[in-house]
């Protein structure tokens, strides 16, 4: 059983940082790619990053310069690092894991974290 375990999360202003991290449980991290998602109130969840196992990233147009993604396979861990964050980065950050990155991409990941609150407010 795949278990994903965000942190980092938490209340910051705008312009600064927070650094989010998801440890997966399972020999199952190194053969997925993983990606994080955020899901605002009322909106639908949409796809914030994504890592493949051998370190490829893709990124949402809005979040580009500003958020890194990345992996640790040692710790089977992967993180995403948020710079510049401005109020419409409020939103619940998701931690997910599937084989085929395209599944990530469309939001259909075999593996769900249970989401940790980000609040960028002054």
């Known amino acids: 059983q795949v278990q994903l375990v965000e942190s980092g999360g938490g209340l910051v202003q705008p312009g600064g940082s927070l650094r989010l991290s998801c440890a997966a449980s399972?020999?199952?991290?190194?053969?997925?790619?993983m990606g994080w998602h955020r899901q605002a109130p009322g909106k639908q969840r949409d796809l914030v990053a994504a890592?493949?196992?051998?370190?490829?990233?893709t990124y949402a147009d809005s979040v580009k310069g500003r958020f890194t993604i990345s992996r640790d396979n040692a710790k089977n861990t992967v993180y995403l690092q948020m710079n510049s964050l401005k109020p419409e980065d409020t939103a619940v950050y998701y931690c997910?894991?599937?084989?085929?990155?395209?599944?990530?991409?469309?939001?259909?990941?075999?593996?769900w974290g249970q989401g940790t609150q980000v609040t960028v407010s002054s």
């Open positions: 997910n894991a599937d084989s085929l990155l395209s599944q990530i991409r469309a939001g259909r990941s075999r593996y």
């Open positions: 399972g020999s199952v991290f190194d053969s997925n790619a």
């Open positions: 890592v493949t196992r051998g370190g490829t990233t």
